[in-house]
């Protein structure tokens, strides 16, 4: 019996110690992990990381930590900066201001992150890429998460600079530097300007997303209900991915994210305007496109002649999809700006 007592406290401590072992095991890899997610956050407040492949992936997409830290979006823009010849000729130069704007871009952002970047750099070539950037003033930029902000002076009524002008447009390009194998991707304010509307709530959802990267390969359960909803033709019964072949899927929640971020608007509180010409399955919390090559809407863009600025707010003149329209920026609070109306004229 004695031996049996003693077998059982032999057990109970060594289901202990096991325990203990776990326990200390799991808090010392999660403040590891911890440590490592910080390390590779430190550059910038980004929410997406580059690892060595080349290609983008979401956080939560990455299998493994050890991804985080290899190389990170600044890393891979110097990179990019420093493959490109510095000549001024030909696609290169074009390349190269492209991911030179985005540096400056950066610089004027989060210039505290950029500014502990510049103390830390060995690298001379780099130390005066990011002082060329900083020297280089702006008068607005996109913030990642806050949409438009205005660096310059705006609180009396005046005309806008020629220099100010040009940074608009520089704002308003169509392709800017993407952080993927390309090294550049669609400038996403632009999908807004495919619309005509005097308030944000009355956005066009059809030309506002129709040029919109969405996500291919639909699940069957989209397939079958877009088909029923939509009458879509279906020519090869053994094979209903057919029916929708081309299709591509814009999440809503993306739709919500960029009216938030350049209107301060959500998609669920706009009247909804052109949803009858899109295909959307409420269900599934998504909007489905086809042939973007196709004339159906054209493209947005909007390239400033002339502006001025009242009341605080900023009113431009310039070229759109259908010729001269007006543009207005509503001043939120200090410097952050948001579409207010974007009418043709």
């Known amino acids: 019996m004695l031996k049996i007592v003693e077998r059982i406290k032999k057990v109970k401590v060594i289901t202990l110690l096991f325990i203990v072992g776990i326990v200390s095991f ?13 390390k590779a956050k ?12 080349g290609s983008l992936v979401k956080n939560s997409e990455v299998n ?7 190389l990170n979006k600044i890393d891979l823009l110097f990179s990019r900066l420093e493959s490109l010849d510095d000549s001024g000729l030909g696609e290169d130069a074009v390349a190269r201001k492209i991911a030179f ?17 510049r103390q830390e750099c060995s690298d001379d070539r780099k130390c005066e890429m990011i002082d060329k950037a900083f020297a280089k003033e702006v008068f607005c930029c996109i913030s990642d998460d806050d949409g438009i902000i205005v660096k310059s002076d705006v609180e009396s009524d005046r005309k806008l600079t020629k220099k100010e002008i040009a940074d608009l447009n520089l704002v308003f390009q169509t392709v800017v530097f993407g952080y993927n194998s390309k090294y550049q991707k669609v400038n996403d304010i632009n ?3 495919s619309s005509y509307f005097d ?13 919109m990267s969405g996500d291919k390969g639909l699940t069957q359960v989209e397939i079958i209900n877009l088909t029923k909803k939509y009458d879509i033709p279906c020519h090869m019964e053994a094979d209903n991915s057919k029916c929708v072949k081309g299709y591509s899927r814009v999440r809503e929640k993306e739709v919500d994210k ?10 669920y509180s706009t009247n909804l305007v052109g949803e009858s010409d899109t295909y959307h399955l409420s269900e599934q919390g998504a909007f489905y496109t086809t042939n973007r090559n196709s004339d159906k809407y054209k493209k947005g863009f909007f390239i400033v002649e002339s502006g001025k600025v009242i009341d605080g707010n900023i009113e431009l003149i310039g070229q759109s999809v259908d010729g001269k329209s007006k543009l207005v920026l509503e001043r939120r609070f200090n410097d952050k700006y948001v579409i207010k109306s974007h009418k043709k004229m």
Do not use: H, W
Not at 199 to 211: H, M, R
Not at 258 to 267: E, G
């Open 258 to 267: 960029l009216f938030v971020k350049y209107m301060a608007t959500s998609f």
């Open 199 to 211: 308030s944000p709530e009355n956005i066009d959802l059809a030309k506002t997303i129709y040029y």
């Open 191 to 193: 999908y807004i300007f």
């Open 26 to 38: 799991l808090t010392f890899a999660y403040y590891d992990i911890d440590q490592k997610r910080e």
């Open 101 to 117: 704007n985005e540096l400056v871009r950066l610089c004027n952002v989060y210039p505290e992150k950029m500014l502990d970047i």
């Open 64 to 70: 493994s930590i050890e991804n985080l830290g290899k």
């Open 42 to 53: 430190a550059y910038l407040p980004i929410n997406e990381i580059i690892v060595p492949r």
